[in-house]
């Protein structure tokens, strides 16, 4: 089976995943599988509602963070992740995505975000955190949920 990506060595993340063929935005780069539901967040728990938190099996977990992504989120039929190419992807890059596309809070981060994006926010958010401006820039790219947690605020 081919999938397109492989985990690698970063220089300065520890380990990360990169993309092993081109990928066009808008293409599935990765499908979400929820391997277990938890009782609360943590630092590779995926929001998947309100309160609800899961799991991803697979290399999932090993999507970086970027405060300027490659990829975004879109919900399966599953409930689970897939992460979708929001710009094109060459070989050898890594696939990125905002944690703030997945989760409303961040609690489990180091204070200073490492991503080397030239957009960096200097600190891992989640949605909550982000200006209107991100927001918007990520519009169809998020969990919805996402979006109906900013409404109930």
């Not at 063929?21 to 277990?36: N, P, Y």
């Not at 490659?70 to 039929?77: M, Q």
């Not at 929001?86 to 070989?91: F, G, Q, R, V």
Request: aromatic share 10%; net charge negative; with cysteine.
């Amino acid at each position: 089976m081919i999938t397109g990506f492989e985990l690698r060595e970063t220089s300065e993340k520890g380990e990360g995943i990169f993309a092993t063929k081109s990928f066009k935005a808008g293409d599935i780069v990765m499908v979400g599988v929820i391997e277990k539901m938890l009782n609360g967040n943590h630092s590779h728990a995926s929001q998947i509602g309100k309160n609800e938190y899961a799991l991803h099996g697979g290399l999932i977990t090993k999507v970086n963070h970027s405060c300027g992504p490659n990829c975004g989120i879109s919900v399966n039929a599953t409930g689970a992740h897939d992460y979708v190419a929001i710009k094109d992807i060459s070989i050898d890059k890594e696939i990125t995505f905002d944690y703030a596309m997945r989760n409303y809070k961040i609690d489990y981060f180091p204070v200073k975000c490492m991503c080397g994006s030239i957009s960096c926010r200097g600190t891992v958010t989640g949605w909550q955190g982000l200006s209107d401006e991100k927001k918007k820039e990520y519009e169809g790219f998020v969990a919805p949920y996402l979006l109906e947690l900013d409404e109930s605020q």
